[in-house]
Each structure stands twice: as structure tokens, then as C-alpha cells.
């Protein structure tokens, strides 16, 4: 079994346009389903029917989603299962990537951390590509985690998602990717497997950005350099 974390924040339409979209490509695959919703004042509720069966996990009240992180926390921590599948809301699967994800997890070990390349749809340009340059000490493509997957094991010896950040800017999405490379992980990345993702930036937290990237510098600066 897999164990796939998808947070939620008021936009029921981009996590059921995404759970319509997984029922046909992933119908009779063995997976539980676990939304995250992080408190907001429009609760999720499940809309339709599926062949896997759907958690809805319901943090504190806030005001303003806080970010990713206290979401696929939660969500790891609830899992059955020992193999998680991160997705971003707003990302929609082109098709059937989960098989050629397993095999590169299987293939890179414990230690194993697979991510796709990610087509910006509003941006009508890759976000996550091989193409795309960084200056992190990474595989190519590999800085942003919008569907990865992870055996839990080695997500809980890294601690997870620090919720530190506030929502903004990518800095926490980042930030794991970077505690990832400390604890020696294997990275898998291929463009050939890719979603298409619909940004969802409405809801940034006002002065998050530059709380995010100060907490970002002062944790990661001094490694880089």
C-alpha cells in the first residue's frame, strides 16, 4: 500500500479536480488517501465515490494556511503504510507515473527520494525540469518536491517538514530537499516522468516571504557557501 498526503486549503475544486483525475488513473491501486485539511473555514468534505478509501485529518483553526508543512507531517505521521506520496495541491497527473516511481524508489534503497518534473499550467513553463538550472547542490530538477515519494522511514529520520516557515515563497519546500541531502539521500529525478500543476498562491501569509527566507539564510547560507 501507499500512503498518498494531500494537503487542502479552500480549494476544494483543485484537490477534487486532482482526486477525479488519480480515480481513473489509479483505480484498483492499492492506496489510502489522506487529506490534511490545516483549518480552514471552509472544511474539506468527499466528494464522490473511489476505490481507495479517503482520511480527512482536520488541524486547528487559522487564519491564513500556515504552509505545507504542518500538513504532510500530520499526514505521515496518520500513514499506514511505510511508502508516502507527497502531492501538492494543485497538482494534476498526466497518467500513470506511480509505477516508474516505485521502481526508482525500490532502485535507490532506503535512502531513496523520487521527484517529478512539473509543468507550471498559469506559468505555461517547466517549474521542475532537468533543464531548469539551480544553485543547489542537487540533480537537476530536484529542488522542489510538488509529487515525490518517500519511504517513511527516512522522512521520520529527517525530521520531516520544518514548521518554522509560514506559508511563501517555497522556502519550506526547499528547506527539506536540503535536510534530505544532509542525511545522505539517494536522489532519483527523471523528466519523463511529470505532473501539470495549477498555482495556488492565493492565502500567502502577509511578511512571510521575508520571515521564510531569514530562517531559509540563516540555516542553509553557511552550508552553501
Known amino acids: 500500500m501507499i500512503s498518498v498526503i494531500m494537503p487542502y486549503w479552500e480549494y476544494q475544486d483543485l484537490l477534487d479536480a486532482c482526486l477525479v483525475r488519480m480515480s481513473h488513473i489509479y483505480n484498483g ?10 483549518g480552514s473555514s471552509s472544511p474539506y468534505s468527499v466528494a ?15 487564519e491564513k494556511r500556515m504552509n505545507l508543512c504542518s500538513a504532510f507531517n500530520a499526514g505521515a505521521e496518520a500513514s499506514q503504510s511505510n511508502t508516502l506520496m507527497l502531492v501538492d495541491l494543485g497538482v494534476i497527473f498526466r497518467g500513470d507515473i506511480l509505477r516508474e516511481m516505485q521502481k526508482e524508489l525500490a532502485s535507490a534503497g532506503s535512502r531513496g527520494f523520487v521527484t517529478t518534473a512539473v509543468w507550471g499550467i498559469e506559468e505555461n513553463t ?11 547542490p542537487l540533480p537537476r530538477g530536484a529542488s522542489i518536491p510538488y509529487c515525490s515519494l518517500i519511504y517513511k522511514e527516512h522522512f521520520n529520520r529527517v525530521g520531516g517538514f520544518s514548521e518554522a516557515y509560514r506559508n511563501g515563497k517555497d522556502y519550506e519546500a526547499v528547506d527539506i530537499v536540503m535536510k534530505l541531502f544532509n542525511k545522505d539521500t539517494i536522489f532519483r529525478f527523471r523528466s519523463d516522468l511529470a505532473v501539470n500543476y495549477h498555482s ?3 492565502g500567502w501569509s502577509i511578511g512571510a516571504e521575508d520571515r521564510n527566507s531569514e530562517i531559509y539564510r540563516r540555516k542553509w547560507c553557511p552550508i552553501l557557501r
Open 126 to 136: 517547466w517549474l521542475c525540469h532537468e533543464s531548469k538550472k539551480s544553485s543547489l
Open 200 to 202: 495556488n498562491q492565493r
Open 29 to 38: 491501486y492499492d492506496l489510502e488517501v489522506i487529506v490534511v485539511d490545516d
Open 48 to 62: 464522490g465515490n473511489y476505490s481507495w478509501p479517503i482520511h480527512v485529518i482536520r488541524l486547528p483553526r487559522q
